[in-house]
Nanobody
């Protein structure tokens, strides 16, 4: 009943930029923490950036100063602006959200299907 849909991935040259978007829909009472994870080929999924409902942000060290996470609580959306992309940023990017549903009133972690980001030299 709750769905997360990412968009904005693609192929970009090193040094370029991409903006990822994630839209949450369904029986949503409130969205708590939101975040972006990525999984590079042959590696485990890792947290890239997180943003609680109050708008504070955290980033993994490798993207600090290059990536910016933001959210729009009215639209149930989260974004990831990625600048100065590097080869090592290549991977599948997943949107994550901790959601309180309307009914039954329960909280769970929702995931998007992932969007591929490929950075070329």
């Amino acid at each position: 009943q709750v769905q997360l849909v990412e968009s904005g991935g693609g192929l970009v040259q090193a040094g370029g930029s991409l903006r990822l978007s994630c839209a949450a829909s369904g029986s949503i009472a409130r969205i708590n923490d939101m975040g972006w994870y990525r999984q590079a080929p042959g590696k485990q999924r890792e947290l890239v950036a997180a943003i609680p409902r109050d708008g504070s942000t955290t980033y993994t060290d490798s993207v600090k100063g290059r990536f910016t996470i933001s959210r729009d609580n009215a639209k149930n959306m989260v974004y990831l602006q990625m600048n100065n992309l590097k080869l090592e940023d290549t991977g599948v990017y997943y949107c994550n959200a901790n959601i309180l549903t309307i009914w039954p009133p329960q909280t769970f972690d929702a995931w998007g299907q992932g969007t591929l980001v490929t950075v070329s030299s």
